[in-house]
Every structure is written in C-alpha cells, then in structure tokens.
C-alpha cells in the first residue's frame, strides 16, 4: 500500500489491520489489540475529531490524581489512541507535517503534566510540601523542562518528554507565607522533608508514571532517546536542581560548549513565571557560552552536532536536517548579541525572526524551511514504521527509502530538496563567520 502525503487529493481509509500492518510500531503498543475510531471522524482536515484540550486534560487528571491506579490506565489511554489517530490521519493524509508536530509536542505535554500532577497529589498526601507547606490553589514553585530530540520542538513518534525539574526558594516564584500557615502545616501530622528530598521523590515518581507499562507489560521508557538517566554529555548534570544551582552550573562549573545542550530547552508545564525565568536565563547562558568560546564556537558546534547526529542515529551529511539546525544556530549566535530572544530552541522559529528582522534573505529562508520539514516528516514516517534510514546521497539513490515508507518519489525529491539546502547552509555559513 502507498500513500502519497503530497496527493491532497487522495484519503485512503485505512481499516485497524492495515494500520497495524503498515506499522510495527503502533502494533506492538496495542499488543496486536485493535482501536475504535471515532464515528464523527469522517473526512476530517484540519485536526483531529478526537482531540481535546489542555484545558479539558487537566480537568480529566485531576479528578483522578489520587488515585494512580486510576490515573496511569488514562495516561496510557491517552498516549496510545493519540499516536493511533495521528498516525491515521497523517496516513490517509489528513494532517500536514505542522499540525503532526503539534499534536506530538502536545501529546508529550500532556503526559507530563499528568504525571507529575499525579506525583504531587500523592507526595502531598503524605508529606508537607517544603516551600509552599499547606497552602492550597497555589501553583508549586517547580517548572518542567524538556529537552526535544532535535532541539526543534518537533518530536517523533517514538519519542517522550525528557524532563528536567528546577525549582525555586526565590520570593519572586514562592508565595509569602506567614506564622499561621506553620502553624497549619505542623498541626497537620504530616511528615517534613527537606526540599531536596522532597523533589527527588517527586521526580522519581513522575518519571516512573511516564514508564507505566504498555499493554505486553513492557515499561514504557520515555528518556531512552535521550539517555538522561545515565547522565550522559547531552545534557551535564541533575535532573532536579535548585534554580539559582541551575544557573551556577552552566556559568561557573561547566565548559562553555557543554552549554550548547541547552538550545534544546523549552518550559514544558509547571509555573510560567519560573519556567520563563529558566528559558530567559538559558538564553544568557548560551550567549555568555557563545562570547567565552569566540573563535572556537563553529568547531564547538561541530562536535556537538555530530553527538547529536550518533544519539539520533543519523548522518551528518551536508543539506541534511542536523546540517540545516546547525547552520541557523550558527547565524542564532552571531545575531544574539544584538537580540538575544533569537536564541529560541526552536530552529524554525529563529529562521522566521531572522527573516522579519531582515538578517536573512526570505528566499533562502523558504528553501530551508521546506527541505526542513520535509526530512522531518521523512524521518518521522521512518520512524513510524519502525525503520532505520540515514537519509544519506548513497542511500537515496538506491531508491530503498521509496520502498521502506511506500512513498513514490521520496529518495528524488529529498535529494533534490537536500541539494538546494546545501547551496544555502554554505552561503549562509560563509557570511554568518564574519564577526563570530
């Protein structure tokens, strides 16, 4: 079965057994089950019938978060009938790539913030909560990070939120609290743990809810991408850290280059004051990294490119998708010092700014965007089906990838697509070294 995603004209209908035969994946998460779509799903083209909002998911999980043994089944409901529907509908090409990212970044989101809700509920149950003690309808002083896979906020299939938890004692993200809410607190007969305690629990519990087992009984492991467990070179350091130990982590106990990891940073759920706060100061510690490194930066660059490209399993092949981000981080830190919100960990994003702010030529931002997208959504569909490609020249012209994703024309139009990238990233490479 081929399905054309640039064909608009076309919609097949794919009945449970051809989805679950087109994709090894989404079998295996069902544990060859079968799924029921929903009957007002008909032809629909912008979004999805069945989705609901943020707003709606937080009102469902919290009705449940005492209750784990009632909240991690809505959890995994939750993630496999998105995956499921998505990919129905990015099959029978109903979604564009734009709106595929979307519903995954949103689904990753989701997950989070149900799982930590959960983890808080049951935490607070039993102990006092060290900054804001008993005081209820308050937003916990934490905000929730993630680290996307590409650093483009454009997830995968495959992949789950990597969370990273910064908490703050700072009276700008703590409410003031006065004698009677001790008070309270200590007449509460609840234990007292100490802050750091208290969020490693909270930590280790949301990140077990994120494994709650599939339907084989398998745990599902949303940080195996990333390898945040291991501590590895992706991202130095905790998982949990106090706020300003965020900040004196990057500036004063790590490389500069080991900065680099946190272009992939984006507030995911939590406090938005805090969240925007860490973001704000990622921002200063990429720009302070990118000044301490000065010549040195485009080889830093390089190599964390390259750790990238082994981590996703991808080829770091010139007008390839790691090659174009590179490129725009590049040309993000040599206009950063003049404007540093052009430093967002959305590559996508920076090249439009730049385009507004007349520091990039709209045409080439066009090329890019487009060669961008596409090897996402390549990359992604690979995914989908389970499969390994590196999307190199020698692999392309073997023609293998339009028989890998049943996809007429892929291999030709992403050679061509990379080629026209590849004339840009060296123009835009050679001009963005001048004064870097």
């Not at 989805?19 to 079998?27: G, M």
């Not at 609290?177 to 309270?184: G, N, V, Y």
């Not at 940073?265 to 510690?285: H, K």
């Not at 301490?292 to 830093?300: D, I, P, S």
């Given at each position: 079965?081929?399905?054309?995603?640039?064909?608009?004209?076309?919609?097949?209908?794919?009945?449970?057994?051809?989805?679950?035969?087109?994709?090894?994946?989404?079998?295996?998460?069902?544990?060859?089950?079968?799924?029921?779509?929903?009957?007002?799903?008909?032809?629909?083209?912008?979004?999805?019938?069945?989705?609901?909002?943020?707003?709606?998911?937080?009102?469902?999980?919290?009705?449940?978060?005492?209750?784990?043994?009632?909240?991690?089944p809505?959890?995994?409901?939750?993630?496999?009938?998105?995956?499921?529907?998505?990919?129905?509908?990015?099959?029978?090409?109903?979604?564009?790539?734009?709106?595929?990212?979307?519903?995954?970044?949103?689904?990753?989101?989701?997950?989070l913030?149900?799982?930590?809700?959960?983890?808080?509920?049951?935490?607070?149950?039993?102990?006092?909560?060290?900054?804001?003690?008993?005081?209820?309808?308050?937003?916990?002083?934490?905000?929730?990070?993630?680290?996307?896979?590409?650093?483009?906020?454009?997830?995968?299939?495959?992949?789950?939120?990597?969370?990273?938890?910064?908490?703050?004692?700072?009276?700008?993200?703590?409410?003031?609290?006065?004698?009677?809410?001790?008070?309270?607190?200590?007449?509460?007969?609840?234990?007292?743990?100490?802050?750091?305690?208290?969020f490693?629990?909270?930590?280790?519990?949301?990140?077990?809810?994120?494994?709650?087992?599939?339907?084989?009984?398998?745990?599902?492991?949303?940080?195996?991408?990333?390898?945040l467990?291991?501590?590895?070179?992706?991202?130095?350091?905790?998982?949990?850290?106090?706020?300003?130990?965020?900040e004196?982590?990057?500036?004063?106990?790590?490389?500069?280059?080991?900065?680099?990891?946190?272009?992939?940073?984006?507030?995911?759920?939590?406090?938005?004051?805090?969240?925007?706060?860490?973001?704000?100061?990622?921002?200063?510690?990429?720009?302070?990294?990118?000044?301490?490194?000065?010549?040195?930066?485009?080889?830093?660059?390089?190599?964390?490119?390259?750790e990238?490209?082994?981590?996703?399993?991808?080829?770091?092949?010139?007008?390839?998708?790691?090659?174009?981000?590179?490129?725009?981080?590049?040309?993000?830190?040599?206009?950063a010092?003049?404007?540093?919100?052009?430093?967002?960990?959305?590559?996508?994003?920076?090249?439009?700014?730049?385009?507004?702010?007349?520091?990039?030529?709209?045409?080439?931002?066009?090329?890019?965007?487009?060669?961008?997208?596409?090897?996402?959504?390549?990359?992604?569909?690979?995914?989908?089906?389970?499969?390994?490609?590196?999307?190199?020249?020698?692999?392309?012209?073997?023609?293998?990838l339009?028989?890998?994703?049943?996809?007429?024309?892929?291999?030709?139009?992403?050679?061509?697509?990379?080629?026209?990238?590849?004339?840009?990233?060296?123009?835009?490479?050679?001009?963005?070294?001048?004064?870097?």
């Amino acid at each position: 079965m081929q399905v054309n995603p640039s064909d608009t004209g076309t919609k097949p209908i794919l009945s449970d057994r051809q989805l679950f035969e087109t994709s090894p994946f989404l079998a295996e998460m069902v544990d060859g089950g079968t799924w029921k779509e929903n009957k007002e799903q008909g032809n629909v083209t912008d979004g999805l019938s069945s989705s609901f909002s943020f707003k709606d998911f937080r009102k469902q999980i919290r009705q449940v978060a005492g209750d784990p043994e009632a909240a991690l089944p809505l959890l995994r409901k939750l993630r496999i009938q998105t995956l499921l529907e998505v990919a129905r509908a990015d099959l029978e090409n109903r979604l564009k790539p734009h709106q595929i990212q979307a519903e995954l970044k949103q689904l990753g989101d989701k997950l989070l913030y149900g799982a930590w809700t959960v983890a808080e509920t049951v935490l607070r149950r039993k102990y006092v909560h060290p900054l804001i003690l008993e005081r209820r309808n308050i937003i916990s002083p934490v905000a929730i990070c993630t680290l996307s896979r590409l650093g483009s906020a454009d997830p995968f299939y495959t992949t789950a939120p990597a969370p990273i938890f910064v908490h703050s004692r700072a009276a700008e993200f703590s409410p003031a609290l006065k004698e009677k809410d001790l008070i309270q607190a200590r007449r509460s007969q609840k234990e007292w743990l100490p802050a750091r305690d208290y969020f490693l629990r909270l930590t280790s519990r949301t990140i077990s809810y994120l494994w709650a087992s599939d339907a084989q009984g398998n745990r599902f492991n949303p940080m195996g991408e990333d390898h945040l467990l291991d501590r590895s070179v992706l991202l130095p350091g905790p998982l949990v850290i106090l706020f300003s130990a965020f900040e004196d982590h990057f500036l004063k106990n790590q490389p500069p280059a080991q900065a680099l990891s946190l272009l992939r940073l984006r507030f995911s759920v939590g406090q938005t004051l805090l969240g925007q706060a860490v973001e704000a100061a990622s921002r200063e510690i990429l720009l302070r990294a990118a000044s301490l490194l000065g010549g040195r930066l485009k080889n830093a660059l390089n190599a964390w490119f390259l750790e990238r490209a082994k981590a996703e399993g991808l080829s770091m092949v010139s007008g390839g998708l790691l090659d174009i981000e590179k490129v725009i981080r590049f040309l993000q830190f040599k206009y950063a010092p003049d404007d540093i919100t052009l430093l967002s960990s959305s590559p996508q994003k920076a090249l439009n700014l730049m385009v507004r702010k007349g520091l990039v030529d709209p045409e080439h931002r066009k090329i890019l965007s487009r060669s961008y997208t596409w090897q996402w959504f390549i990359i992604n569909r690979l995914a989908l089906f389970d499969r390994r490609n590196t999307l190199t020249p020698q692999a392309l012209r073997s023609n293998l990838l339009d028989r890998e994703i049943g996809l007429e024309g892929a291999s030709d139009k992403t050679l061509s697509l990379m080629k026209s990238a590849r004339s840009i990233c060296r123009d835009l490479l050679w001009e963005g070294t001048e004064g870097v």
